[in-house]
């Protein structure tokens, strides 16, 4: 059996739309008046969105349902589902504690529930039938203000181990704001954490090349081979990997088509900048939402080649924050 590694993929974008549906029937959630039936709930979940923000807005509703309680139920079904459906053997998870906490409580206590989040998340990420190992990756967001992101950071580095990493997340905003974020990114890499960030994904203006001076990887990119390719140079020299999503790009209203990546894979092969091949959101594309279909669709679309595939494969692994097993063949 072939293995895989997925290394951007979100705990609020993860889950199959049927899964969240079971849980809102069992839970008599007030969303079914608009969705009695699952047909309804899977065309408006899975739908393609315009742009980022709307897209961002669904995916809220999912990270309010993920509280505290009902974590371990999530948890389970998405490493089992990952290992049986899509043979991964190794997942990056990447979420944001703050938004998973109680919203009725003040922000103090709230900061204060972060950890038991997480903790909670560790424990329910090892399902004993299913051998995949899954890090966590932990989200600060442009929409928070720094004092939260400090705590998110925080909490991040008190469970360096099952957490390998930080990501800076939410919707391209406030690009003028790049100091605040490399700044923080810098203090995580001082904390033994490794960093990723949302960057290029919907255009060029959030990319300030102060980022590649504290980035292992950079989640999406995309808009850097396109718009700005001489920093490529740059990107190679510093190893940093562009973690690709194909599908996701259609579901935000990024891309129209597919083939456009044929430039973005073309021009990081031409100056060795490596390309992970990702999911971001599985759940919330129409399916077959998997990591394997992802590659399906590059081929299908001619942005790589068959012959390359296995490469790809283990550009995963070797760009991975936390895999501890042995080398690829
Ligand atoms: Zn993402």
Redesign the pocket.
Known sequence: MALYADL???LG?ALHPRIIYKFLQKNDHAILNYFPDYDGFYSWFTRPCRTLEEFVKIHTLVEELQSVEHLPYFCLRLCRGAYTFENLQYLEL?YNPYFRTDHKLPVAKRLGQMNLIVETITANLRPAEYPITVKQIICLDRRLPTNINEAILKVAKDNLGPVVGV?L?GPEIEPEKWEVWVRLLAKARACGLKTTA?LG?TNIDNVHPQYFTVLDRI??GIHIPLIKPEYLKDLSKRQITL?V?PT?YKQTGVLKDLSRLKTVFDRCRAEGVAIAI?T??PGRNPAPCTLPGEYERLIDNDVIDFTELKQIQNESFRSAFGYAGPPRP
């Open positions: 951007h993929r979100h974008g990447r990501d997340a949302h994904e989640g999406h973690e999503c996701s990702c971001d959101n």
